[in-house]
Nanobody, 123 residues
Framework: VQLQASGGGSVQAGDSLRLSCAPSGRASSNNGMAWFRQVPGKEREFVASISWNGGSTVYGDSVKGRFTISRDRAKSTLYLQMNNLVPEDTAEYYC?????????????????WGKGTLVTVSS
């Protein structure tokens, strides 16, 4: 499975962005998926995860109430709607496919990782 994240860019604080992640190759529709982010020199941070059917979602504390994770199983596409962005959201964002039907906060529980997309938020 190859993953390609897209939708990043440079925005102002308070703006919105929507990230997309479209796996190629073998479908990931029966697996949980997630978004993580990383700033150079820091550990990768959990952003949000979603179960195989979209029925269960979990968010990191720093994005709760501002970000929404969703998936379109028919299109095998994962989304991250990011509203009310703040400079602290600046990072490279990565999508990942879980080893199980449900995601988790632990990066080690993910089998496939995509190339990141950069989000830059200026004040």
């Amino acid at each position: 499975v190859q993953l390609q994240a897209s939708g990043g860019g440079s925005v102002q604080a308070g703006d919105s962005l929507r990230l997309s992640c479209a796996p190629s190759g073998r479908a990931s529709s029966n697996n949980g998926m997630a978004w993580f982010r990383q700033v150079p020199g820091k550990e990768r941070e959990f952003v949000a995860s979603i179960s195989w059917n979209g029925g269960s979602t979990v968010y990191g504390d720093s994005v709760k109430g501002r970000f929404t994770i969703s998936r379109d199983r028919a299109k095998s596409t994962l989304y991250l709607q990011m509203n009310n962005l703040v400079p602290e959201d600046t990072a490279e964002y990565y999508c990942a496919v879980a080893r199980s039907a449900y995601g988790s906060r632990l990066s080690g529980d993910y089998r496939y990782w995509g190339k990141g997309t950069l989000v830059t938020v200026s004040s």
